[in-house]
């Protein structure tokens, strides 16, 4: 939610500082996915150890998925911070977006190593069956950056004025915060599984086995993190009004798939969980629930986007351009959302097992072989401009829903080894 409350706080300041976070933001989701693949296959390791009752090896997998995370994610953070207005140069962006958007990437990439952390405490706790945790951990992360986030932005009470960078500053705040909260939660044993890191010894076929789960839910989340970056390429030579439409949509999008994935990590965890117990038609029938549950809502929240979709765009900016391009880009995406519910429960039902492979190849094929080239090629020929990045992106989602939706009823991942 932090990207969301910095669009919200930043709306008003002008297109220039929209369409700055909005591309410094995908730039940190490219390295942040290595983490967060990490993360997936710790999550799916502790869901079977603990759906098998091992509590001592779901510990075990925790200590070296924590180690290798917050390694991995401080050499990603040093690394995108010294790069940080190459990157926004390297997509063309105008001068004063590239201002505007370089040291919010670097304060964002030291954000990065807190969330990591904060996430690997997520994965350990829903992991083990508490997902109240987490959310309460969220909300006070959300609350406090809600917060901030306007007081260093527009410099109210004794604090300065430091624009898009402030939005950033209060992200490193909140985000150590909520990690500690979460960190010392499990460290201190009122978790269901206590972390402790007594006679910590580097397990390297304990890390293989994490990571070969993990690799290709990385290489999903990269491709897919990249591909949105290669989108915001296409968007570019449409004008700063164009860009910051497209950083507002992404936003909007990130709160209309917030219940969803809160829905599909659930039903994940529980078909780990299930299959690790060796039930895997309960996994199947808690999978399917998940996506009648979810489908419902997308078709809901599709009705309420119809009709309302200025006022929602208005949330964020004032600026009318900015409004009609951000709300005809949310009409087009009514078309992939009916499908969202399906796509998105059963990618994590299979990364909950661990059968990561198939979610990866799918994104691998839809992204680069479908989203990418149809988004070029609908920008370049005929008179859909800009709207045709939208209808490509719609596309690959409808060829995503078709294969979970054929894969997932053959079965094969009620078999799978981790």
Request: glycine share 10%.
């Amino acid at each position: 939610m932090r990207p969301v409350v910095d669009m919200m706080v930043v709306g008003r300041l002008g297109a220039a500082p929209i369409a700055g976070i909005g591309i410094g933001t995908l730039a940190v989701m490219v390295a942040e996915s290595l983490t967060m693949g990490l993360t997936v296959g710790l999550r799916a390791m502790i869901a079977r150890l603990v759906g098998a009752g091992d509590k001592e090896a779901a510990n075990h997998a925790a200590q070296q998925g924590y180690v290798v995370s917050i390694i991995l994610a401080t050499v990603l953070a040093a690394t995108g911070a010294s790069l940080a207005e190459e990157i926004l140069l390297l997509l063309g962006v105008e001068p004063e977006v590239a201002t505007q958007g370089a040291p919010y990437i670097r304060i964002a990439f030291v954000a990065a190593v807190f969330m990591t952390v904060r996430n690997t405490n997520d994965a350990i706790f829903e992991a083990s069956g508490d997902t109240v945790t987490p959310m309460k951990i969220i909300a006070v992360y959300t609350a406090l950056h809600a917060v901030l986030c306007p007081f260093l932005v527009y410099g109210w009470w004794p604090f300065p004025r430091l624009g898009i960078s402030g939005a950033a500053l209060s992200g490193v705040v909140a985000q150590s915060i909520a990690a500690s909260i979460g960190l010392w939660i499990l460290l201190s044993g009122q978790s269901r599984l206590q972390l402790t890191f007594r006679n910590f010894n580097f397990d390297f076929d304990m890390v293989w086995r994490i990571v070969k789960i993990g690799a290709p839910a990385s290489i999903t989340s990269m491709e897919r993190s990249f591909a949105q970056l290669i989108v915001m390429w296409f968007v570019v030579p449409f004008g700063t009004i164009a860009v910051a439409a497209h950083s507002i949509h992404a936003r909007i999008d990130m709160i209309i798939y917030l219940p969803i994935m809160a829905w599909a990590m659930g039903a994940g965890i529980l078909v780990g969980q299930n299959v690790g117990a060796g039930q895997p038609d309960r996994a199947q029938k808690t999978a399917w629930l998940g996506v009648a549950i979810s489908s419902a809502l997308m078709l809901l929240i599709s009705t309420v986007i119809w009709f309302w979709a200025e006022g929602i765009v208005r949330i964020f900016t004032p600026q009318t351009k900015v409004i009609d391009i951000a709300a005809t880009f949310l009409r087009i995406e009514i078309v992939a959302l009916v499908t969202a519910g399906l796509i998105i429960v059963l990618s994590q039902c299979l990364n909950g097992v661990g059968d990561t492979l198939p979610v990866m190849l799918v994104n691998l094929v839809t992204v680069w072989g479908v989203q990418v080239p149809l988004a070029h090629f609908l920008t370049q020929v005929g008179d859909l401009g800009v709207y045709g990045v939208r209808w490509a992106l719609v596309t690959g989602m409808l060829c995503r829903a078709v294969f979970y939706l054929v894969y997932f009823q053959l079965g094969r991942w009620k078999h799978k080894n981790i």
